[in-house]
């Protein structure tokens, strides 16, 4: 990692698998198409990797107003999982997702972060049409 710079990384253990698809302002990205396209790709920890995505932006939902925000993609990060993984389906989407990753669901009128194990069947999760 190169000192000179200014980096804030969030060291945020959840992760989705490589072939996910992501929203972007430039169409429809798998996380494997932002690595590769990523600027100042660094090495930050043994074999943990993050890169640059200016200008890139995303669709994201904002759990107080209900509301869908777009926001800058800061960074990617790439590194082995050792973690369980779930793979999460609603309707003919799903997504591969760490146990420890956020969920959001509405679950009696009200959206929450949850965790996959603790989704239920009655749980209304938020996608993206």
Same mark, same amino acid.
């Given at each position: ?9 969030? %060291? *945020?253990?959840?992760?989705? &698998?490589? =072939? ?12 494997? *198409? $932002?690595? /590769?396209?990523? @600027? ?9 990797? !993050?890169? /640059? $995505?200016? &200008? /890139?932006?995303? +669709?994201? !939902? ?5 509301? $869908? ?6 960074? +990617? ?9 779930? #793979?999460?389906? %609603?309707?003919?989407?799903?997504? @591969?997702?760490? =146990? *420890? ?5 509405? #679950?009696?009128?009200? !959206? +929450? ?6 989704? $239920?069947?009655? @749980? ?6």
């Amino acid at each position: 990692m190169d000192k000179t710079k200014d980096y804030v990384l969030y %060291c *945020d253990t959840d992760s989705v &698998g490589g =072939e996910s698809i992501i929203n972007t302002n430039i169409g429809n990205k798998t996380i494997e *198409d $932002l690595w /590769l396209m990523s @600027d100042e790709k660094e090495q930050y920890n043994h074999n943990k990797y !993050f890169g /640059l $995505l200016p &200008g /890139l932006k995303t +669709i994201t !939902f904002n759990k107080k107003n209900g509301q $869908l925000e777009e926001k800058n993609i800061k960074y +990617i990060m790439k590194h082995e999982v050792k973690k369980k993984m779930y #793979r999460i389906k %609603c309707g003919n989407k799903s997504v @591969d997702v760490t =146990e *420890d990753h956020s969920i959001i669901v509405e #679950r009696e009128g009200t !959206f +929450i972060s949850i965790t996959p194990l603790n989704i $239920l069947k009655s @749980d209304k999760i938020i996608i993206l049409k």
